[in-house]
């Protein structure tokens, strides 16, 4: 047993018998390991109750909001007015925050005192009071003029739905002052400073003490993360993950809670451990039933549970050889400073002797002996139970974080644990014991919670600072409706241009003809090759087409890599390596000597003069092969195959890989129109009306058009939604200028903005501590998945947080917010744009046709618009918004690039066939 090896150590040289009558008489405050682990898990379940919305009410550990949702960072500075009201004294502290070298704190502090006629009195009197003390202090430091920001430390149980709010639920330490309970005791201070009207204050906070010395002790270690104050009064606070706290919106980040720990057992859970002695105090006191667990613990109660002992034994016979004095038997006589004198390992006995005498008692040797060791039970009981409920607080904690092990800070405080000389070697050694998996620095508070309320002041005013900046810098990624509608538009204008043989050389979006005049009818069949280039894999894949009853599909593939050198070296060498792995396929299927009909999907904009010719117009995708741009990829092709010579394949189609999505969707859905790729880069292509396409001869019918619009806004005419994140990105680019629209919308780029801000936030010290790591300075590092891990509905803080050290960024909890709000924004703007995009298109169509309501499908693949947590969701409310009368449905491809090139060539295989049969 814990208590029972460290109460040995304490007593061996004391006379075993007294010892021993002492250990038979109390032996109800001693307690087994099993008995603190099982106080642990009953606070723990009362904890639970206190979180959660439906317990909550008749929950007895009250589990209070604070509305502190974060610990110093080390940036904090300025000049704050701590208040301090939680005793017989009240406090008033002037703290100076500055930052020259290294983060310093400047204290100036006057103790005003808080009459019992006060304490007792009405509210109005003791708010008076609270500000007459204010402006008396305000006098003396010369500040009446200044409207500086105050903190209010008010140790008291009190609920918030805001930091400067505290409604007070009850009055404990002997304050009863009336109309009190129930009110915002910040508007009622406000109301006294008013009524003054010589001084104003600006109420930024309202902070429970133990509030307050975890963040005195966070200023010190930002480890910091729990308050316990054992003095007066005892209670604790903790940093609890949002998501656990069903009393307030949100589930990001962490808030302190104010556990409000006094009244654990007030519903009975503690009967079993409560002592005739614990009764007696409970029914002597100011507020019966009510505190049990604080009654057990705290110094308030600790001198006088001592005297009812003593008083009692003495009764018995046990002591004073049955004699007392006047004084023994008077309430609040024996204090709790006069346990800690008697327990002070060299002098105690001779100390309590003096203290006995002044009693009015005449004790014997063994009667010291006995008082002290009375003394070591009571406390030593007090510092197991408060050892239990924080044991419980840092379990929880490690439990939050996931963690086999927690490495965490308390900040300690009262002035039992201060000044009694054995209480916090105890109270350390029982919690190792207890969660032995939580290493625990404990950390003195210095200036206490005052400190604490003008750290909590600065760290508010801080993030209202931050707050606001953040907000400046992200504003232009947040688009109205308006600016939505004018993307459409401008859209619009821009797919106009680009199909009319006039403005199509200057148009943005080059509306590139893809001579694919049909989509799947069913009757396709047959074995097909299928190449797909598009970004740093390559593959080449054969496609079986069955049709009729066996209608379906089979495939069998395989992916080769393009290395950096290859993609921007010579066109030649790029097109060797492509036969070579096409060589290579061939030898693994066996089929060298097929001539196959071969789709070739190409990912690029292409000017196309056939459905075989496909001129590239210029690469993207970071993609710099020389002697290509401006050449037939189809004859570049060819002439490698000549070169290689070991193989023949009948290139029947150069396709675009939204084209190949488009396909491949239409096979499963006839209706399916349009296609879209939002991935590495971002495209689309529909069925336009040959009337429209001014480039290519011919009225009738429709042609898949390959809009490029990745390119839109190369032409100035979206600078208005474009931020200087854009523009440094664009900067960084290998095609700079150009792709404008693709470098807002997808993938290859959106990691990059975000990239780009982190790093201005953190320059600007709203971040990572003002630290920005060589990995951030990294171009490329924050991938685009990121944003879709970050993003999840499903991930804590604590995963973002670890994705963020992959980067080699040490974040906060705070900071985790951060980034995860800047990521929603950019990604939302990406949906957002791309939706407006869409329905320009979708509104074209139903013009074209001349329909009122146009039902219509879109083939869409790319990893941003599969992976992303929110992005499709986003782009499809968008498409509904501004293209009202166009019912849009969205359809997954199935591999669009590599199934829809072989339809391609399937389709224009079979329409070759019939043209031939009629001629």
Request: charged residues 30%; contains cysteine; glycine residues 8%.
């Amino acid at each position: 047993m814990i208590a029972a090896q460290l109460l040995a150590y304490y007593f061996t040289e004391l006379k075993d018998d007294q010892v021993k009558k002492i250990d038979k008489y109390l032996y109800a405050m001693r307690f087994s390991d099993e008995m603190l682990l099982d106080i642990l898990c009953r606070f723990r379940k009362d904890l639970e109750s206190g979180l959660a919305r439906d317990t909550n009410p008749t929950a007895t550990v009250k589990m209070l909001p604070t509305f502190v949702r974060s610990i110093p960072d080390g940036s904090e500075k300025g000049d704050f007015i701590a208040l301090d009201l939680g005793g017989s004294n009240f406090r008033i502290l002037r703290v100076k925050v500055s930052h020259e070298k290294k983060q310093t704190v400047q204290m100036e502090s006057q103790i005003y005192d808080t009459p019992e006629d006060i304490m007792h009195g009405s509210g109005t009197r003791l708010f008076d009071h609270v500000a007459e003390c204010l402006g008396d202090f305000m006098e003396k430091q010369k500040i009446k003029d200044k409207k500086l920001p105050v903190g209010f430390t008010f140790s008291f149980p009190c609920s918030q739905t805001k930091l400067d709010e505290g409604i007070l639920l009850t009055w404990t330490k002997r304050f009863k002052a009336s109309g009190v309970e129930g009110m915002d005791v910040v508007k009622l201070l406000n109301k006294a400073i008013k009524k003054r009207g010589d001084y104003e204050a600006d109420i930024m906070a309202v902070v429970n003490d133990t509030v307050g010395t975890m963040m005195t002790c966070g200023f010190d270690d930002q480890r910091c993360e729990v308050g316990v104050i054992i003095g007066t009064g005892t209670n604790a606070c903790y940093m609890e993950e949002m998501r656990h706290i069903d009393l307030v919106e949100g589930d990001e980040g962490r808030m302190c809670i104010n556990t409000e720990w006094g009244s654990f057992g007030d519903d009975g859970s503690l009967e079993d451990i409560r002592t005739e002695f614990d009764r007696d105090i409970d029914l002597g006191s100011i507020n019966p039933g009510k505190q049990l667990f604080e009654k057990l613990i705290s110094g308030m109660y600790m001198g006088e549970l001592v005297r009812i002992i003593l008083v009692k034994m003495a009764k018995k016979g046990l002591l004073f050889q049955g004699r007392m004095s006047d004084a023994l038997c008077t309430k609040g006589k024996f204090q709790t400073k006069h346990v800690a004198e008697i327990e002070k390992y060299k002098e105690g006995l001779s100390n309590a002797k003096a203290i006995l005498a002044d009693l009015g008692l005449s004790p014997s040797e063994d009667d010291c002996i006995a008082v002290q060791h009375v003394c070591t039970i009571v406390s030593f009981r007090s510092a197991n139970l408060c050892a239990a409920a924080l044991s419980a607080i840092l379990n929880r904690l490690r439990e939050n974080k996931k963690l086999k092990c927690l490495r965490t800070t308390v900040g300690m405080d009262g002035t039992v644990y201060r000044t009694h000389p054995q209480y916090a070697k105890r109270l350390h050694k029982v919690v190792r014991c207890l969660v032995p998996d939580c290493h625990v620095r404990f950390l003195l508070s210095e200036s206490g919670s005052g400190k604490g309320a003008a750290m909590v002041t600065a760290v508010a005013y801080r993030l209202v600072s931050q707050r606001k900046q953040i907000d400046e810098t992200l504003a232009p990624f947040k688009l109205s409706r308006q600016h939505l509608q004018d993307v459409k538009d401008k859209m619009r204008v821009e797919l106009e241009r680009g199909l009319k043989k006039d403005t199509h050389h200057s148009a943005s979006v080059k509306m590139l003809p893809s001579y694919v005049c049909g989509t799947p009818d069913g009757t396709e069949r047959g074995k097909f090759l299928a190449l797909d280039l598009g970004g740093t894999n390559f593959r080449v894949r054969l496609v079986k087409i069955y049709s009729g009853l066996r209608k379906s599909i089979r495939m069998y593939d395989k992916i080769y890599t393009i290395p950096l050198e290859i993609m921007q070296g010579t066109g030649e060498e790029l097109f060797d390596h492509i036969v070579q792995c096409i060589s290579d396929f061939l030898d693994y299927m066996g089929m060298k000597n097929a001539r196959l009909p071969l789709g070739f999907t190409f990912s690029f904009p292409c000017r196309q003069a056939g459905i075989d010719k496909g001129s590239l117009v210029s690469w993207t995708k970071g993609f710099k092969a020389t002697d290509c741009e401006g050449q037939d990829v189809v004859d570049m092709l060819r002439e490698a195959m000549k070169r290689r010579n070991d193989f023949d394949l009948d290139i029947v189609a150069v396709v675009n890989d939204t084209v190949g999505t488009m396909m491949t969707c239409a096979y499963e859905d006839p209706n399916c129109e349009i296609g879209l790729i939002v991935g590495t880069g971002s495209n689309v292509c529909y069925m336009e009306e040959m009337r429209n396409i001014e480039t290519v001869e011919g009225e009738d019918g429709r042609m898949c058009v390959n809009t490029e619009w990745g390119g839109f806004g190369d032409n100035d005419c979206i600078e208005f939604i474009r931020t200087k994140f854009d523009r440094e990105v664009d900067e960084g680019s290998l095609n700079q200028g150009k792709q404008r629209y693709e470098k807002m919308t997808s993938g290859m780029y959106l990691g990059e903005i975000v990239r780009q801000i982190l790093i201005d936030l953190t320059k600007r010290g709203l971040l990572f501590r003002g630290q920005i790591s060589e990995r951030l300075r990294t171009t490329g590092i924050f991938e685009t998945k990121f944003l879709s891990q970050i993003e999840s509905d499903h991930l804590a803080l604590l995963q973002v947080r670890g994705i963020l050290q992959q980067l080699g960024l040490d974040s906060t909890c705070d900071d985790s917010i951060i980034v995860k709000e800047v990521c929603g924004v950019v990604s939302r703007r990406a949906a957002q744009i791309c939706g407006a995009g869409m329905a320009a298109i979708a509104d074209k169509i139903r013009e074209n046709r001349g329909l009122e309501q146009l039902d219509i499908t879109v083939g869409v693949d790319g990893t941003l618009y599969k992976l992303h947590p929110h992005f499709s969701l986003i782009m499809h409310q968008t498409v509904k918004e501004l293209a009202p009368k166009c019912n849009v449905n969205f359809l997954l491809s199935e591999d669009g690039s590599g199934k829809g090139a072989a339809l391609i060539t399937a389709v224009a295989c079979r329409l070759r066939e019939q043209e031939q049969q009629n001629k």
